[in-house]
């Protein structure tokens, strides 16, 4: 029999499991409707992005694809903490999006010589952040409007 620890244990596991199964399941049906739309529309789809508008780690094999108002600074929060930039200028620029899309960018530059595009996305784990679009909107509204961003 089991006890009431391992029993509690036991359940958090399963829910733990069933959450990710559900998770997971859904992410299958997510890239599988990117498939199909990507197959019905073909290269239309397609669009060349600028080497600016990415930012590469080749020590963690990181290409993010940056976007404004998806959660950018957040992420530039994080390649910050991969920088190699010393404790102090980390806490300098670690509170101020202004120099975190300034100062971060910059450290991680996709070069000339790097990777052709498609080789290098498909040589790391490559990402991009979305978001609904009016919740995008809202979101630049409060930062123009009541945050005073530029």
């Not at 499991?17 to 559900?22: K, V």
């Not at 997510?30 to 019905?40: D, H, S, Y």
């Amino acid at each position: 029999l089991l006890d009431k620890a391992d029993y509690e244990e036991n359940i958090t596991t399963e829910t733990s499991r069933a959450g990710f199964q559900e998770w997971w399941s859904k992410q299958k049906q997510l890239k599988k409707r990117i498939q199909e739309t990507c197959q019905k529309f073909g290269p239309s789809l397609r669009k060349n992005i600028d080497r600016h508008e990415l930012m590469y780690d080749p020590q963690h094999e990181l290409l993010f694809c940056r976007n404004a108002k998806v959660g950018t600074t957040t992420w530039l929060t994080h390649f910050l903490h991969l920088s190699s930039l010393s404790e102090s200028e980390k806490n300098n620029t670690m509170f101020s999006s202004p120099k975190l899309h300034k100062n971060i960018p910059p450290l991680f530059k996709v070069l000339d010589d790097d990777l052709d595009m498609r080789t290098l996305a498909q040589s790391t784990t490559s990402f991009s952040m979305v978001r609904h679009p009016f919740e995008r909107l809202v979101s630049a509204y409060q930062d123009k409007m009541f945050d005073g961003a530029d």
